[in-house]
């Protein structure tokens, strides 16, 4: 007998080449095995709305929803099978828990330390500003002369007049 993950793998190649009987076969034999499957839960519901059985994919939808009710993706598949079944406005309710889902994810603090295996993964962070010390007196400015006097000269050095 194939491990799980392998008969897992195998209906996620058939549900992939449109062969959904088969992967709803091979994921009901994986959820009689093992009904905590997650994977297989969420998937059925999506093989089954994929052959156009509505009511039975919304069912194993909630099934999933059971399973983990703050994830994501089983909102946004129970929005989808909901919109496909006609019902708009609890399709509607599940995209709303589908952005919210998303928006809880969001919310942790970002963690600061990086496990090595992940660290060429990082994004680059800002360098830390180098300090420097600002000079006591700032050097000339030539670009700011000094306004001219009235002769058109430069009032602090007198042979620049024109006469």
């Known amino acids: 007998m194939a491990a799980l993950q392998e008969r897992y793998d195998d209906a996620m190649f058939a549900f992939s080449q449109g062969d959904y009987p088969h992967s709803i076969d091979a994921l009901r034999a994986i959820l009689a095995e ?3 499957h997650f994977d297989a839960q969420l998937s059925i519901g999506m093989a089954l709305y994929r052959q156009g059985d509505f009511a ?4 194993e939808g909630h099934k999933a929803e059971q399973l983990r009710p703050h994830e994501q993706l089983v909102h946004t598949n129970l929005s989808l099978f909901y919109m496909k079944s006609g019902d708009k406005q609890t399709a509607e ?3 709303l828990q589908a952005r919210i889902a998303s928006w809880r994810g969001n919310m942790d603090k970002p963690v600061a330390d990086v496990p090595a295996a992940d660290a060429e993964l ?5 360098a830390a500003p180098q300090p420097f010390k600002l000079p006591e007196k700032f050097p000339d400015m ?12 430069d009032a602090a050095n007198p042979s620049t007049s024109h006469h």
């Open 34 to 36: 093992d009904p905590q």
């Open 56 to 59: 039975t994919a919304i069912a």
């Open 122 to 126: 990082k994004m680059a962070g800002a």
């Open 93 to 95: 309710h599940h995209g």
């Open 142 to 153: 030539p670009w700011k002369k000094k306004k001219p006097d009235a002769h058109g000269g």
